[in-house]
Structure formats: C-alpha cells, structure tokens
C-alpha cells in the first residue's frame, strides 16, 4: 500500500528483483494502478549476482556515488501469490538486503531473514553498521500471545532467541554496530526492565528507536 499512496500520478523508481516484480504485476492487481502515472512507474530490476550503481548526481557520467549489492535472505513470498507462478519463480529472489558500500565504508540492511539463508553473514561480518531483523524474541511469540496461528519463522522472520536463533547465529567476532530493527510490538526486549532486553544487550546488539541517526 506504501507505493500506492506515494504515487499520486508522479513518476518514480520501484527496485526489485525480478520475482517480486513479477509477483506484484501478475497477482496483485492493486498495483496496476502504478502504470496510470505519465510517464508511468519505472521498474529497475535488483540482481543477486551484480552490483548497482548508485548515482546522487544527474551527471550521467559521473562515477556512481555508492555501490549497492542485492543479498539473498529467503525464501518467503507474499501468501497472496499462487502456487502456479511460485513454481517459476527463484526462492533466492524472494527477500534481499542491502549491502551499501562507499569506499572502505560498508552498510547492511535486513530487516526480515527467514533463516533459510546464511549469504548476510559475511556481510553482518565486514560492515561498520548492521541493521538486522530483531522482529521477534520467540518463535512461538504470535502463538503464545494469541495474535496468529503461525510461528516467527513460518511467516519469514528468524526469532531471536531458541536454538539456531539470531542470537546463536550471529558471528561473534565482528567489527561494527548491530542494531536490531523491525521489532514487533509482542517482542519482550522493547522492556527495558525484561530479562530479554538485557540479553540482546549483553549479546552486543543495541535496540534501534525512533529517530535514530548513524554517521559513517
């Protein structure tokens, strides 16, 4: 719905990979409604392979400002797309990061990982700031709190704790700042009095808030 009210008949980029474009176009029709634009919506395809880019001037011959690498993290599609185009479509395309990186500088950015992948680690490993999906504590947090019928990982977010978690997964020798972003309103670390906020915090993550500002 975020695409649908920015539109308001302007022109801008949509950046997505293949499938997910694919996914929006064919079996969404609500974002039909982006062709309706003049000159309609422009759709810039993200491979997982290659790296964009990233150009702040309108010089087109300048050199790209940042380069910008589209990293797998899993294989959960929208529920709403079919099992006949979720045969054709690549898992790995399903959810990416962003690894930004300008110079020495390097930036990852992942707010949902499934789990079912392991490519952001030699990211969370090599970058000065990491945002990560700190979503939820618990695998069964929807369940026990009487929200959904399905687990964490079920809907594509890897709880925090509990065997083979964020917590355990994360590489332990790192050089930059882990912040834990997307996190739902069920999460107990949002206490700051919780057993479970100074776990996170003893682990070495901080807890991203409002209006957070980070300078490289």
């Known amino acids: 719905m975020g695409l649908l009210h920015l539109r308001e008949f302007q022109t801008f980029f949509v950046f997505a990979t293949q499938a997910v474009q694919r996914a ?5 029709r609500m974002f039909r409604v982006l062709d309706r634009a003049t000159p309609p919506v422009k759709w810039i395809t993200l491979s997982t392979t290659t790296r964009l880019g990233c150009h702040l001037s309108e010089n087109p011959g300048d050199e790209p400002a940042f380069l910008c690498s589209s990293v ?4 959960s599609f929208a ?7 979720l045969r054709t479509l690549p898992p790995e395309e399903a ?11 390097r930036f990852f950015f992942a707010p949902s990982l499934s789990g079912k992948s392991r490519s952001w680690i030699p ?3 090599d970058s000065d700031i ?3 999906d700190g979503t939820f504590w618990s695998d069964d947090e929807l369940i026990h709190t009487g929200r959904s019928k399905k687990t964490a990982r079920e809907i594509g977010h890897l709880p925090l704790s509990g065997p083979d978690g964020l917590l355990e997964q994360y590489p332990k020798h790192t050089k930059g700042r ?3 972003i997307h996190i739902n309103n069920t999460n107990p670390i949002l206490d700051e009095d919780s057993a479970e906020h100074r776990a996170v915090l003893d682990a070495g993550f901080e807890i991203a808030y409002d209006g957070m500002e980070f300078e490289l």
């Open 95 to 105: 959810v990416v990061g962003f690894g930004i990186q300008q110079g020495k500088k």
């Open 24 to 28: 929006l176009q064919k079996e969404n």
């Open 130 to 132: 990491v945002l990560i």
């Open 79 to 85: 529920d709403y797309v079919s099992d006949e185009i």
């Open 72 to 75: 797998p993290l899993g294989e």
């Open 123 to 125: 990211w969370a490993e």
């Open 178 to 180: 882990k912040i834990l």
